[in-house]
């Protein structure tokens, strides 16, 4: 008697299941070697494919999986990516991507032309060229964590009009072949496509938000994952029956769900199927390289390699640069976009199918191009790290220099400012310290990077500067000499570090407050000369700390007793003191208050080793010394034989002119600067 199967196979779960191992593995060990995981499924790729150990079969397979995970991708960048975010990179998107892309087409176009290539072909490889990878950019963004950055949300636009590009770019493939239609018919299908995401963006703001508020109040789990799966991949397939690609109808899908109030729970549904599915990606990526190429074709590759490298790199930069934004940003984007892009294997495919190869050369092109894409994939961690050193190198050339003058576009009345505060930075935290500033009646001016940013403040009736604050020109004309308080809240690290050097050595004598986001880093920005540092790390715990005893009703004087101890240890845990003015922007809103600086006296500043006597502040100057803060202790009106410390911190009255005056006496010597950057002082 027969036993029935009550199992059936699947002939290729073996290799799915050795994929997935390998892929982990090689992953793992990358991440011990300091590499990101995407290197890993790279080389996993490579690995196993068909010209290597060939332990994959049906490549056909990993294909298909990989195209899910490049929609998934998508879905959940659209997701991340709402409509009114869109609305505020509009001018980044369409021209400062509109700049790259074209440029680029158009520079390898002529190359193509040049070396005496078909146009056709030439073209073709301009499309192939021209497109970024969004999947390895965003990752390695959110890794670094410098999404938020200029240089990240910069990059982010350039990549948006990318995907854009690539629905003409599919219709204009077939026409170079001689096998699509006329230019009115492509022009036809452009115009169906713009229908169609304009029907797209319709349903976000009006239909998906009301259907999924249904479906969230069933408070069933499994159904709004549903819902969310039928919403999303529902919306790309109808936008591609009009000839939109399946990719970007992804995004817009993701679009249509970030106008829901409950987009975060989408997203955190997506994330781990999106993992998965793009680590296959990767590998399908791998798959396609042949290591013989390397050894046959050599000296073909490594030019096309550095080719597309410096092509990518000089267009990029440009195009930023013609935003208006400064060098060590722009430099900075043009290596973070100097690879070939995931979408470039999709344009691939529909050029084979036609009988077009990148520049005409059949196999060999295939081949050169996979090569190059997979060589300048695994650059790209290597390449966003170096991106800011020659972005700061270049800064400090000629072509940093050329620029200079006309970084800065002051609001009228800056110039007459004196004891006030220099935010730096208009985001969330720069608003609210403005607003609280502006109804005190205290003095201040903004600095952004961001034009928009920069004229709301000013709509807000706020002095506002446009321009870098890295640069000492740019600081001068906020008025930084004559500055009480110098506050800096960007998301940008480095740029943070940079703009702590130079408006220390501007104004030794102003009290300089930095947001920055760890503990880790507190040491390096006090070495730069900040007064005071606030990690994000310990203040958001402390506002969750507090919100737990508040719902528990303590006693709102206890809590605050219990927020300063936590305080107190945090910040001497790294310092090895505790500084009592540490947590205050402001020490009174009296006359004397606003003309009182506390200066801290830094190592191999012209005043340290010298007594009051000598340094003759009130005679020479009109500034008066209160007090000396020394080792936690303080010494109220010393006595002029008073011998000053490195590290004493001084309470001094009078004028803001004064201050400025007597900058020398606490200025550190100009500090060498290697590539455009300061070098930091011990």
């Known amino acids: 008697m027969s036993v029935p199967v009550l199992a059936a196979s699947l002939p290729f779960l073996g290799e799915i299941v050795g994929l997935f191992a390998l892929s982990a593995l090689i ?59 869109l609305s505020r990179l509009k001018r980044a998107i369409s021209i400062g991507g509109g700049l790259q892309v074209g440029g680029i087409i158009l520079v390898v176009t002529l190359g193509g032309w040049m070396a005496g290539i078909g146009w056709a072909s030439s073209i073709y490889t301009g499309f192939l060229v021209a497109l970024s990878s969004t999947a390895v950019v965003l990752s390695l963004l959110a890794d670094r964590g410098e999404t938020d950055t200029p240089s990240g949300q910069l990059s982010l636009a350039m990549l948006i009009f990318q995907d854009l590009a690539i629905v003409a770019m599919i219709l204009i493939i077939p026409m170079l072949a001689g096998t699509g239609g006329s230019g009115w018919a492509v022009a036809l299908a452009l115009g169906k496509a713009a229908l169609v995401i304009v029907v797209t963006l319709i349903l976000a703001r009006i239909i998906v938000p009301y259907l999924l508020k249904g479906v969230a109040h069933v408070r069933r789990p499994e159904l709004f994952v549903l819902a969310v799966a039928a919403i999303g991949l529902g919306t790309a397939w109808l936008v591609s029956l009009a000839g939109v690609s399946l990719e970007l109808g992804a995004f817009l899908a993701g679009l249509v769900v970030s106008e829901s109030e409950y987009s975060e729970q989408a997203l955190s549904e997506v994330l781990p199927f999106r993992s998965l599915f793009n680590a296959v990606f990767f590998v399908s990526v791998g798959m396609l390289l042949d290591l013989s ?139 609210r310290l403005a607003q609280v500033l502006h109804e005190d009646d205290l003095p201040f001016v903004v600095v952004d990077l961001n034009p928009r940013s920069v004229q709301e403040a000013r709509e807000m009736g706020y002095h506002a500067i446009y321009g870098d604050a890295t640069r000492g020109p740019l600081l001068e004309e906020a008025g930084i000499q004559r500055a009480k308080l110098c506050v800096i809240v960007v998301n940008d690290q480095d740029a943070a570090y940079r703009m702590t050097h130079v408006a220390r050595h501007e104004n030794p004598t102003l009290r300089l407050i930095v947001r920055t986001r760890f503990l880790s880093e507190l040491e390096r920005f006090r070495d730069a000369g900040a007064d005071v540092v606030v990690p994000e790390e310990i203040e958001t715990s402390v506002q969750i700390f507090a919100h737990v005893l508040k719902s528990y009703q303590v006693d ?89 410390q490195a590290d004493d911190r001084l309470v001094v009255l009078g004028e803001a002119e004064a201050f400025a005056e007597s900058a020398d006496l606490f200025r550190l010597p100009e500090p060498r600067r290697q590539g455009g950057a300061p070098v930091q002082q011990s």
């Open 27 to 85: 992953a793992y060990v990358c991440t011990r070697i300091r590499l990101v995981p995407i290197a890993g499924f790279l080389l996993t790729g490579v690995a196993v494919g068909p010209n290597a150990l060939g332990l994959i079969q049906d490549p056909e397979l990993v294909s298909t999986l990989a195209e899910i995970g490049v929609i998934l991708l998508l879905f959940e960048i659209g997701i991340e990516f709402s409509l009114s975010k």
């Open 293 to 431: 190429f390397f050894l046959e074709e050599p000296f073909l590759l490594l030019g096309a390699v550095g080719g597309v490298l410096v092509i990518k790199f000089l267009i990029t930069t440009v195009s930023a640069l013609a935003l208006g934004v400064p060098i060590r940003i722009s430099a900075a984007v043009g290596l973070t976009l100097a690879q070939i892009g995931e979408f470039s294997f999709v344009l691939e495919r529909t050029g084979r199918a036609v009988g077009l190869s990148p520049m005409g050369l059949g196999e060999a092109g295939e081949q050169t191009f996979i090569a190059t894409a997979v060589l300048l994939m695994l650059a790209t961690p290597a390449l966003l790290k170096v991106g800011p050193s020659l972005g700061e190198w270049l800064q400090g050339t000629v072509l940093g220099r050329l620029s200079e003058d006309t970084d800065a576009t002051p609001s009228a009345g800056t110039t007459e400012l004196e004891d006030h505060v220099v935010i730096v930075g208009f985001g969330p935290a720069g608003r």
């Open 556 to 644: 709102p004087a206890e809590i605050e007793t219990q927020v300063r101890t936590i305080r107190a240890h945090d910040y001497e845990l790294l310092r090895g003191e505790t500084d009592d003015t540490a947590h205050l922007l402001l020490q009174g809103l009296d006359e004397e208050g606003v003309h009182t600086r506390t200066v801290r006296l830094r190592d191999a500043c012209p005043a340290v080793s010298c007594t009051l006597g000598e340094l003759a502040l009130e005679e020479t100057y009109g500034l008066r010394v209160l007090a000396v803060r020394r080792d936690g202790e303080t010494r109220s009106t010393p006595d002029d034989d008073f011998a000053l």
